[in-house]
């Protein structure tokens, strides 16, 4: 140890010699330089004696220099010169070797007046040099290199050795004891940290070093004198470290030095390792890291170190978490834990804010993160000591942290005048815990009603404190409203316990966040700005768009999940629950199309019609049915209802007013989508004819069946009545239907002088009869046979005379003349 410590000292005094030689040779070669310079302009000056113009007649002319010079009138020097007299400086007494003088070219530059420098293109710069090149320009005397600074230091080296293994020498023949020992261990340092402050003041740098050094032998002294030679107790060895750290901050302070700031952090985080027997007191312990901190707190109200608050910072962070994690079991003390995890949560807040205030100067990015991250790790700390022995106060935690930044956010904006980004970051905090302690206090649907009201909360006072960041946390908040509310509805709607139909938590909760949003649009309407925070934009009508839409959709979703619950458990029928699921879309459709879609904008007509449309097919595709299962299945029980029955004349009601609402949003390119040879008017017709058919044999059904007697098992007999009269319905009714249908086409056509709908009734007619003669006429009675074909007779007689009464506008596609209108309104 004592041969470390002298090797150690022997070294930096080599390196303060060394430094020292270098900087007396640079002054050296200064001294000479200067003393050339005034030469050679001493030089200068007397050569150029004044001399006064003469006026010449003729300016090609030459003027010659007189013989006989007559004394001029003497002109002023330079005011160069004349302002600055040239002090003589003696000469050095060590022979220099000779150097060449400077031109005289550059000595008259610096006798020029100053002349503003022209702007100098860019030049390249040059190539970098080797460390040799660099080396023989620095020392391009080798030999004055070698014999003036090479060989002391050699000799010092050799001399440091020579003492080195005279002091091992000396400590294995047990000359010096183990208190010398320290001792010329205390004294090594102090004879560095002696000529540290020697050159405090010219060389800083290098008089860090030593101080640097100097600190880390007296910890390095003590620490074996305490745990080799056992030459003090654990209690005064502890307390010459915390002397020794204090001595270290107060010099780091003086000297105004951050790297010594920082070695004394790092030797007062050590300290208690360094005198550590492992009894594991964790109060002595976080005490003195407490008191360290508060240390480091009073240096950085004096200086803005971030550097040294980060270091005291991470190592204290590392060491409670450490222990936190090690101490973790039945009996650990947690109370303690959360006690120091509050002083420390405190004294980094005010670490990192000290200086701030005292100087009213700008966070940086690293004093943000420091408290935020001190923040929710104190928070975590709180959490994880909380619900091992205080679970049910976890909440209240949250809302106390929350509560105490949103206060801290109060005093420094509104006492200090402080920094609106550290503002922001400290009311973001306080929205982050405000919202956390819901969920963690409550259970159920209660987080959601607090979320949705918060949202609200929060966008009016984003609107009446001017506070952008309350804008975002709304609708962070309104997020996780929405995602809680699909968990409420998972929970309640299918758990085990029977809703009440309307007055249930599911529904209420729903409509509560439904307010939200409707409270959050009203807000907006006041509003059209364009804000940001940290360069996040927040766009009020982008916002209130999605707003919209999410409200929308928010109130068809509530209204249709309850009523498919209600329904489903309160009626028998599965295709009544489909069809009041059908009848509550399309009533909703019709709504949303006469609120927001019609007479506005052109986009939303057309998104109208599209939706209209979508509704329209889908229901005679998949949904026009439901009535007609039903009533199959009503014919064959005695216990089923025909609710689905009734309730298809409702949907009947609801499909014709959206072709309604269609056509009256497309008023103006109805009858040119048809007139265009397209497949539009073919779908049309298709559409038309499938759902007067499925409505043909649902009545045929209701009109001619009773229901069967129930038994158990259903027999081919049993259904038999009813594949007989739905083939009737098809045989018989069916030519007629679409006789009926294809005769109305084609009067419309002609009407509306639209070809492609006369076109599509002629083949819709020629279908008929071709399904009459090939299909209808075999197996079917004579009753119907009768029917089908005189109806169908008729009706093709009457499109005969229709085509023959009004020949020229079908054929020739102009208006009839007046007699032929006239007869025809008579006919009518």
């Not at 102090?190 to 100097?214: C, D, E, P, Q, T």
């Not at 409509?511 to 309407?525: E, N, P």
């Not at 959709?553 to 329904?567: D, K, R």
């Not at 299962?629 to 007013?657: G, P, R």
Request: hydrophobic share 50%; net charge positive.
């Amino acid at each position: 140890m004592e041969i470390v410590l002298l090797i150690a000292l022997i070294i930096i005094v080599i390196a303060s010699i060394n430094s020292l030689s270098r900087k007396i040779d640079k002054l050296h070669e200064s001294l000479f330089e200067m003393n050339r310079r005034i030469d050679a302009l001493k030089r200068r000056t007397e050569q150029d004696a004044p001399v006064t113009p003469t006026a010449t007649s003729a300016p090609s002319a030459a003027t010659p220099w007189p013989k006989d010079p007559t004394p001029a009138q003497p002109i002023a020097p330079p005011p160069t010169i004349a302002e600055r007299p040239v002090v003589p400086v003696p000469q050095p007494v060590a022979p220099t070797p000779p150097k060449p003088v400077e031109p005289l070219e550059r000595v008259a530059a610096i006798q020029a007046p100053p002349v503003a420098p022209k702007p100098q293109p860019k030049v390249a710069l040059p190539p970098q040099k080797s460390w040799w090149e660099n080396f023989k320009e620095q020392n391009p005397d080798l030999e004055k290199f070698i014999g003036e600074n090479l060989i002391n230091k050699i000799g010092i080296l050799i001399l440091v050795l020579g003492i080195s293994y005279f002091v091992k020498f000396a400590i294995d023949k047990d000359w010096i004891n183990e208190p010398a020992r320290v001792g010329i261990g205390i004294l090594a340092g102090g004879i560095v940290m002696l000529v540290a402050h020697k050159l405090r003041i010219n060389y800083k740098a290098f008089s860090s070093v030593l101080v640097a050094g100097a600190i880390s032998i007296f910890y390095f002294t003590i620490t074996v004198a305490f745990h080799d030679y056992q030459l003090f107790s654990q209690t005064v060895a502890f307390i010459i470290m915390v002397a020794i750290t204090a001595f270290s901050a107060f010099i780091s302070v003086n000297y105004d030095r951050k790297e010594l700031a920082a070695l004394s952090l790092i030797g007062g985080f050590a300290a208690p390792f360094m005198v550590s027997t492992g009894s594991g007191n964790y109060i002595v312990l976080f005490t003195y890291i407490a008191i360290l901190n508060i240390g480091i707190l009073s240096i950085a109200y004096y200086k803005k170190w971030s550097l040294i608050n980060a270091m005291a910072y991470v190592f204290t962070i590392i060491l409670y978490w450490a222990w936190l994690l090690d101490v973790d079991g039945k009996d650990a003390p947690y109370d303690g834990a959360l006690i120091f995890g509050l002083v420390f949560y405190l004294i980094f807040i005010v670490m990192n804010i000290v200086n701030n205030i005292r100087n009213k100067s700008a966070f940086t990015n690293m004093e943000l993160a420091i408290l935020v991250s001190n923040t929710f790790l104190f928070y975590a700390a709180g959490m994880y000591a909380l619900d091992s022995f205080m679970p049910q106060y976890k909440g209240l935690f949250t809302l106390l942290l929350g509560f105490f930044n949103f206060c801290f956010a109060w005093l420094l904006f509104k006492k200090l005048a402080m920094d609106q980004k550290i503002i922001y970051v400290l009311i973001g905090l306080t929205l982050t815990f405000v919202t956390l302690t819901i969920p963690i206090q409550f259970e159920g649907n209660y987080i959601t009603l607090f979320w949705a009201a918060e949202a609200v909360l929060l966008m009016w006072l984003a609107q009446k404190s001017g506070i952008q960041t309350f804008r975002f946390g709304s609708g962070i908040v309104h997020s996780l409203m929405l995602i809680s509310l699909m968990i409420d509805w998972t929970n309640l709607y299918y758990g085990n316990n029977l809703l009440t139909a309307l007055l249930n938590p599911a529904f209420l909760t729903g409509l509560f966040a439904i307010a939200s949003c409707i409270g959050v649009l009203l807000l907006l309407k006041k509003d059209s700005g364009v804000y940001a925070v940290y360069g996040i934009p927040f766009n009020v009508k982008n916002y209130s768009s999605v707003a919209k839409i999410i409200t929308i959709l928010l109130v068809y979703i509530v209204g249709s999940i309850e009523l498919n619950y209600q329904t489903t458990n309160y009626l028998e029928s599965s295709y009544a629950v489909f069809s009041f699921a059908v009848l509550y879309h399309l009533v909703f459709t019709i709504i949303f199309i006469k609120v927001y879609c019609k007479g506005k904008e052109p986009k939303a007509e057309q998104f109208g019609s599209v939706l209209g449309i979508i509704n329209v097919v889908t229901f005679i595709l998949f949904f026009s049915r439901l009535a007609y299962y039903e009533v199959q299945y009503y014919l064959l029980s005695q216990t089923a209802t025909m609710l689905a029955y009734w309730l298809h004349f409702a949907l009947l009601a609801a499909v014709a007013y959206t072709v309604v609402l269609i056509y009256q949003l497309n008023r103006d390119k109805a009858p040119a989508l048809f007139r265009n040879k397209g497949i539009l008017p073919w779908i049309a017709v298709f559409l038309l004819v499938y759902f007067a058919s499925s409505e043909l044999v649902l009545h045929w059904l209701v009109i001619s069946l009773n229901p069967v007697p129930n038994d158990d098992v259903l027999t081919i007999a049993e259904w038999e009545p009813i594949y007989t009269m739905c083939n009737q319905a098809i045989k018989t009714g069916f030519p007629v239907l679409w006789g009926v249908i294809a005769c109305g086409l084609l009067l419309i056509g002609i009407k509306k002088q639209i070809k492609n709908i006369r076109i599509t009734a002629l083949v819709l007619l020629g279908l008929t009869i071709l399904k009459l003669f090939v299909y209808d006429i075999r197996n079917v009675s004579e009753t119907g046979k009768i029917i089908a074909f005189i109806l169908l007779g008729v009706l093709i007689l009457v499109i005969s005379f229709v085509y023959q009464k009004l020949k020229l506008l079908v054929i020739e596609g102009k208006p009839a003349d007046t007699n032929d209108e006239n007869s025809l309104k008579n006919e009518n």
